[in-house]
């Protein structure tokens, strides 16, 4: 298969995410790294470590391509404080995708390479009627990275790298119900659709290796604001009466994509054995509020603003591989992470939870050049609940008390070429 | 790697996604406690009956607080719950107000049936005229009247409940005073509560022929055995006289602030006759503070004046006629409350100048408001002890009525408040609740039947009940 046809695959799977880590981050890049907890911050297994830590790229021997896919598939409970019924999500899949790509020369101290990758994104969709319709009916958020890198190896056990982290394509759509009802009883809905501009940010890492049993690394990604200037309000089922205050066609909002600073440990003590162990550290508590400005009041204002007063969060991983025979090598691993919005602040959009992920994962060599790289999440969240006099408390009400449960499985399937 | 081993690969891919199992959260535990829902009946006015928008009608009915009581104590093996209904071809039963949208001055345009006005509505430029056709409507009146004064009222007959007597007997405009025979101690005001089937056409429809007339609310109700009962009543021994504007009716013996005497003998009658002299469970209700509804609320003083600034700059005033002997006319203040059906007539001019000033049926001045408030408090402690005395649970509405209006209630990501038309909770009479509202008050009574019974009533989510339809 050419370098063409493995575009073209990864084109048909679109793109997109689901809650596959703290927040909106979403941490699927490599699809070995899947596999293994999603460690790769001291680890320089293949083109992927664009993502993980740039400064291990020098040390990653091949030089080629790799494609990866991964579906989510969320799945998640609800019941109202007011009200008994199980809601449940309307199912949809999500196919985050990455692509890595390494070059330079055979011998030489360094390596270039460009990465697309998906690092957060969020898409949900409720079942009609449910109680937290006027908060969200559904979103679709997605970002995707273009990552020009380079990485230079300053001798054969210190390596360092850096990429320039592009937001070449931010987008967001809101869509909830307002509780204004026209004649026949319907409830007026609103739908905020915009693209971000496109922005610049950066990422780092250092890599050493001391010996051949030990490597260490730590990378940073820094913060993009994902700034709508120019989105589009559209309201249907408006009565005439209540159309007067719903005159808005127009609406800015700004949404943090934050900072990581990741460290990692890799421990080989014998060749075919790999073991990671990683730290996120993301900086979500820039994400203080969701503001949206409008063109002209909404409801007798022009600004609508929802306390999120996120906190930094961390997350611990653990992941290992092991090398069957020549073609066959099987992964492991589990992480750890802890839910950035704190109680009484969890809103439809982010029915967040700290998270246990347990992963499994394989590749298979077909010849020199080919391989295929398989691996599964399994992401099971801690049943959450919100009750309405903590939202009284926190002046939350904008959003929905009662108890969230959600599971997420996410498949993956890598196609990786060396040359 | 070709797309051979693609298709080979995917299935399994999927195969794994199976294992995104759907959680499952166990569903709130329903339980009746100590209490016994199996025969549920309803006692009370017009908030009971359901009544919204100025009239009794189908969709009211069904979504009555205790209609929707006895839907979650279904869960927990509540028995069958009858609504007086009207039949399908007549389910608009005494008809109500329509909203025909909101005039470039921000008024609501409200019609009655049969009425009709002309107006700009906002976002258009030329006026037009709009009528309420009564055509439109599925009227359940008979084309008969209720027997004549002194004896009876003339009013309309409206068709009766013809089945056996229902769980909710709800009656709108019944008060303590005229709801028990031997509440008053005046010979004439007792037999008006004897001959109140003549009187309320809500009443006569509940009652067989043979007791119209004869038999007073108390002893209609000592027929039901009730395994559980509520009972709101006394709204009506201080709103029918403060929605005149503190005017009692000649005409009418139960127009007046009702007295305490007479209150604590009707109201502890009613109760002990529902309860069986306290074996049987229930809960009552207090009276809410009238002046938090928007009857007395969406009308300002502020408003009214400003609206007469428009017309005249120099408009100094809002003229008032007071029940004061001696001022009989003076400016209104922010602590009058001018009542809802004086808007048409302020917009005429009526209250611009001290010979036209607005009448006293149209206003609460100050010292009224006082009466009304303190009589308010003086009743719901009669209420509170009889509750104490029969060993039944009291629901706070005074207190829940003062809370929203203050904050308003958040449900749901939606604000609700005690505004008018945008407030959601209130109907387009501004007294009585819209469904909405009526469900914010079941809740208020499943918490307070929780507590008291150890029971465990599921609320309702009321964002799934209608507000105020807009046109």
Redesign the interface.
């Known amino acids: ?1 050419t370098f063409k046809s493995l575009l073209l ?1 990864g084109g048909a799977l679109l793109t997109g995410t689901a809650a596959s880590a703290g927040g909106y981050q979403v941490t699927l890049a490599g699809i070995k790294n899947n596999g293994m907890g999603g460690v790769g911050v001291g680890l320089s297994l293949d083109q992927a470590a664009m993502f993980y830590n740039p400064g291990a790229l020098a040390m990653v021997k091949e030089r080629g391509v790799q494609l990866g896919a991964n ?1 989510t ?12 019924v ?1 809601r ?1 999500l309307q199912n949809n ?1 999500t196919t985050p995708f990455s692509l890595f790509a390494g070059f330079g020369p055979a011998e030489g101290k360094f390596r270039a390479g460009i990465a697309i990758y998906t690092p957060f994104g969020n898409k949900l969709q409720y079942a009609d ?1 449910w ?5 969200l009916t559904q979103i679709d958020l997605k970002a995707i990275y273009v990552q020009p890198t380079f990485s230079y190896a300053i001798s054969d056990k210190l390596s360092i790298g850096a990429g320039l982290t592009y937001l070449a394509l931010g987008s967001v759509n809101l869509q909830r119900d307002v ?7 319907q409830f007026a809905s609103i739908e905020l659709d915009g693209d971000a501009e496109r922005k610049f940010g950066f990422n780092a890492g250092v890599f050493f290796k001391p010996s051949e049993k030990l490597s260490v690394g730590i990378s940073y990604r820094s913060k993009i604001d994902a700034q709508v200037k120019d989105g589009d309000v559209t309201f249907r089922n408006l ?6 205050g719903f005159q808005a066609t127009k609406f800015a909002a700004t949404l943090p994509l934050p900072a990581t600073t990741s460290i990692g440990i890799g421990v080989m003590p014998t060749e075919k054995l790999t073991i990671g162990l990683d730290v996120n550290f993301v900086e979500w508590s820039a994400y203080e509020n969701l503001t949206f400005d409008f063109n002209a009041p909404v409801n007798g204002s022009p600004t609508s603003v929802s306390k999120r007063y996120y906190e930094d969060a961390l997350t611990f991983r653990i992941g290992g591989q092991y090398q069957i025979t020549s073609g066959l090598t099987v992964r492991a691993g589990g992480a750890y992470d802890n839910s950035p919005v704190k109680d009484g602040y969890i809103t439809p959009e982010t029915p967040d939870s700290d998270r246990v992920t347990g992963t499994l994962g394989a590749s298979y060599k ?1 010849g020199e050049k ?1 391989g ?1 790289d ?1 691996s ?1 999440q ?1 992401v099971n969240l801690k ?1 959450r609940t919100q009750t ?1 006099a903590e ?2 408390s926190n002046g939350t ?5 009662g ?1 969230y ?5 996410v ?3 890598g ?1 990786n070429y060396t040359f | ?2 797309t051979f ?2 298709k080979k ?2 299935p ?3 195969l ?2 199976l ?7 166990d ?2 535990a ?1 339980d009746k406690g100590s209490a016994d829902f199996s025969s549920y009946v309803a006692i009370g006015n017009s908030l009971t009956a359901g009544f919204q928008s100025g009239g009794l009608a189908n969709f009211g009915i069904e979504t009555s607080y205790p209609a929707i009581l006895a839907q979650q104590f279904a869960k927990a093996n509540g028995g069958d719950f009858v609504s007086p209904k009207f039949d399908e071809g007549q389910k608009d039963g005494s008809g109500y107000l329509k ?1 025909y ?2 005039t470039t001055a921000g008024s609501p345009v409200i019609l009655a049936p049969g009425q009709s006005a002309t107006a700009t ?3 258009q430029t030329t006026p037009r005229t709009f009528t309420n056709n009564p055509a439109d409507y599925k009227f359940a009146f008979t084309g008969r009247t209720l027997p004549a004064p002194p004896l009876g009222s003339g009013a309309a007959e409206l068709a009766p409940f013809n089945t056996a007597q229902p769980n909710n007997l709800g009656v709108p405009g019944i008060s303590v005073l005229s709801a028990d025979r031997t509440a008053s101690s005046v010979p004439q005001i007792a037999g008006a509560a004897q001959a109140y089937g003549n009187l309320n056409n809500y009443y006569q429809r509940l009652l067989p022929a043979a007791d119209r007339g004869v038999t007073d609310y108390t002893t209609f109700i000592g027929r039901k055995n009730a395994t559980f009962f509520t009972c709101w009543l006394g709204n009506n021994d201080v709103l029918t006289y403060a929605t005149n504007g503190g005017v009692a009716v000649a005409t009418d013996p139960f127009s007046n602030l009702t007295d305490t005497t007479s209150f604590g003998r009707g109201y502890r009658n009613i109760v002990r006759t529902i309860s069986k002299n306290g074996t049987v469970g229930g809960v009552v209700a207090n009276i809410p503070n009238v002046a938090n509804v928007p009857y007395f609320t969406a009308v300002t003083v502020a408003s009214v004046l400003a609206g007469f600034q428009q017309v005249n700059p120099a408009a100094p005033a809002v003229f008032i006629q007071t029940s004061s002997t001696t001022t009989p006319v003076r400016a209104a203040t922010a602590a009058d409350l001018i009542t809802l059906p004086a808007a048409s007539v302020v917009a005429t001019g009526v209250g611009s100048t001290p010979t036209n000033p607005i009448p006293n049926n149209l206003v609460l001045d100050a010292a009224e408001v006082t009466a009304i408030q303190t009589r308010t408090t003086q009743l719901n402690a009669i209420i509170a002890k009889t509750a104490r005395q029969y060993k039944v649970g009291l629901v706070d509405m005074n207190s829940f009525f003062s809370t929203i209006a203050l904050g308003g209630i ?6 609700n408040n005690a505004g008018f038309i945008r407030g ?1 909770l209130f109907s387009l009479d501004g007294v009585h609740p819209t469904s909405r509202g009526y469900a914010v008050i079941a ?1 208020e009574f499943i918490k307070v039947i929780n507590a008291t019974y150890g029971a465990s009533i ?7 009940y ?6």
Do not use: H, Y
């Open positions: 298969m695959v579906a598939l969320a799945r998640q409970a609800f019941r109202a404080e007011n009200g008994s199980q449940e899949t009627g109680e937290g319709r006027f908060a509780p204004a009802q026209n004649a026949d009883g009565s005439a009466t209540a159309t007067p077909f080919f295929v398989l599964t399994f049943k309405q939202l009284l009400t904008d959003r929905v008390a108890t449960k959600t599971s997420v499985v498949p993956g399937i196609l | 790697m070709n081993s693609l690969t995917w399994a891919v999927a794994l996604g294992a995104a199992c759907q959680p499952e959260l569903a709130p329903v909203f949208g909101l509505l906002a976002g958040a449900i749901n990501a939606t604000s959601n809740n599921q609320p309702v989510n009321p964002t799934e209608n507000a105020l339809l807009l046109p």
